[in-house]
């Protein structure tokens, strides 16, 4: 596993600050990136309401996991609360990023889980896509339900707001960002076509487990 430093992290979470623009998974300033920095209790967030083109290392705010800045004269994401609260209660988490993609959050205003459609959904995210219970955007309230809903899985919805993606990596989490969208988007079309088949627990839980132990150099 590849450790980088606290300069290097935040030149990755600006790109993909890009990224998430470029693959029309955010607009304008919506959503926020966060990525946990190694071997201390803190972690780099995106600042709140600047453009994800305009970013700058120094624009970045790093905190520790009381939710004090540690270094950063930029005010933190309003959602800096959900990503410290993942981090603590997921210690296999290094990165967060919060979309609003156009398919997802359809579910996510409809209060409906996206449910394990497509292998990769089993492989990557480790199942369904559930929904968080509805809570105002910063609220302690949000954090806890976001943090509840994603129980071991690596997304969730947060009901009538976005997207929720972790990952091992903010590489990883922006493949689940993107993996999200395009499973709203299958599921959708799938239930226009016919009756969508889903997968069971037990192929699910295979094609997690072969997923992380073979898959990949």
Known sequence: M??????????????????????????????????????????????????????????LVTMN?????????????TEAKMHQEIYKGRPDVSAVIHTHSNYACAFAVAREHIPPVLEEAAQLIGGAVEVAQYA????????????????????????????????KSLHEALTVAVLVEKLAQVFLTAKILGTPHILDDLEIKILRENFLKSYGQ
Do not use: C, F
């Not at 609220?139 to 997304?155: F, Q």
């Open 2 to 59: 590849i450790i980088y430093s606290a300069l290097q992290l935040k030149d990755q979470i600006i790109d993909t600050g890009k990224k998430l623009v470029d693959h029309r998974l955010v607009v304008a300033t919506w959503g926020n990136i966060s990525s946990r920095v190694p071997k201390k209790p803190q972690y780099i967030v995106t600042p709140s309401g600047m453009p994800y083109h305009e970013l700058k290392p120094g624009d």
């Open 65 to 77: 996991l009381d939710g004090e800045i540690v270094e950063g004269n930029r005010k933190p994401s």
């Open 136 to 167: 105002l955007p910063g609220t302690n309230e949000l954090a806890s339900n976001t943090v509840r809903a994603l129980e071991n899985r690596n997304a969730v919805l947060m009901a009538n707001h976005g997207v929720v993606a972790v990952g």
